[in-house]
């Protein structure tokens, strides 16, 4: 009776994890929020490759749509029925108000050689985050960027007078409507899933995304203005549930670590030159596409709007978040030389 009641608990475990019990190798879940080789999927395969070649488990990928949303990926990773999740700041944010640093506009350069080493070295990135999300039982393992945001709207605008009254998309974190406040616009949170239908029907009247992205998810048709605004980068993280990592052996753990590290180093390199190949890729795709790239004195007009946004960091985060500000901008500081 006890062994039986023992062999069930192990079972159920070895579900809940992942496991195969009769083999010790385990099947390991992974959800994402992209599409097929989209740079997510890039880091997962990766990751996934790193640990078949290195181990006896295997990894099942999970891409955009297959298991819900953004959100629901994250419900299942925190309730331990995913192993790993992929989950940018930008829905964690309602999570973890601290993540939503990533939209305070103007905080990162525009220049992907910083941004990159800012990414390797940067303590907020590397030390302080792991902690924030332990705290949701998430076992932060990496954080990368995608690519520069870019804002497709109706038409072309060089200016925030120009986006009054404009219904813009944002993540559904509430410093990303901040921001879009502050540039003059009316943002509106909303899921993935809904975006392309919201630009076509016109109930949205634009976004922002990496250009990969805008050219993948077909943005483009139905919202072909491209702005370069140069005010942030999409940035996106990649984790683990928390207790299953804990539980792994050290061994285990190590292998876990080395694929994310292989992994991110895989997708520095992939992200590297993509933005151009992507908007060839849409200017070969499509004549009505328009291109505006804001001059200084335009982006001056939005840079002006930042410091509002950065205040009401502070207001959700207190002095956590405030403590997060400085230690971000001392790493962004080593790594400009500014
Ligand atoms: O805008 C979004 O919601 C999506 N953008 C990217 C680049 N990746 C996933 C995310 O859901």
Do not use: C
């Not at 800012?118 to 995608?146: D, R, W």
């Not at 048709?221 to 984790?239: D, K």
């Not at 050290?250 to 908007?279: K, M, N, P, T, W």
């Amino acid at each position: 009776m006890k062994a039986t009641k023992l062999l069930t608990t192990a079972s159920l475990g070895a579900l809940l994890f992942g496991m195969s019990a009769a083999a010790y190798s385990a099947n390991w879940r992974y959800a994402h929020e992209e599409f097929e080789s989209d740079v997510q999927d890039v880091f997962a395969v990766a990751f996934k490759e790193h640990v078949e070649a290195n181990s006896d488990h295997t990894v099942q990928i999970y891409r955009f749509g297959e298991l819900g949303e953004s959100d629901d990926i994250m419900e299942q990773t925190q309730a331990g029925i995913l192993q790993f999740v992929n989950q940018s700041p930008g829905f964690t944010g309602a999570l973890i108000p601290e993540a939503q640093i990533f939209f305070v506009p103007y905080l990162l350069p525009t220049d992907e050689e910083t941004v990159i080493q800012f990414f390797n070295n940067s303590t907020a990135i590397n030390e302080t985050f792991p902690e924030l999300y332990a705290e949701q039982g998430l076992e932060l393992l990496k954080m990368y960027p995608e690519g520069e945001m870019i804002v497709t709207l109706d038409e072309p605008f060089t200016s925030p007078e120009d986006l009054r009254g404009k219904n813009i998309r944002t993540m559904t974190n509430p410093l990303l409507s901040e921001t879009y406040r502050a540039f003059g616009a009316t943002p509106t949170p909303l899921p993935w899933g809904e975006v392309y239908g919201g630009l076509q029907t016109g109930i949205l009247q634009g976004q922002e995304n990496p250009i990969f992205w805008i050219e993948s998810g077909g943005l483009y048709e139905v919202s072909p203005n491209l702005v370069y605004t140069g005010h942030g980068w999409f940035t996106t993280a990649m984790m683990a549930n928390k207790d299953f990592f804990d539980g792994l052996s050290e061994e285990d753990q190590q292998l876990v670590r080395e694929a994310s590290e292989h992994a991110y180093e895989v997708i520095i390199e992939h992200i590297s030159g993509l933005a151009e190949e992507s908007l060839n890729k849409i200017q070969e795709a499509s004549s009505e596409v328009t291109v505006t790239r804001l001059n200084e004195e335009q982006i001056e007009a939005f840079r002006e709007r930042a410091p509002q946004v950065e205040e009401r960091f502070i207001e959700m985060t207190g002095e956590r978040g405030s403590e997060l500000l400085d230690q971000f901008k001392a790493d962004l500081e080593a790594v400009s030389g500014e």
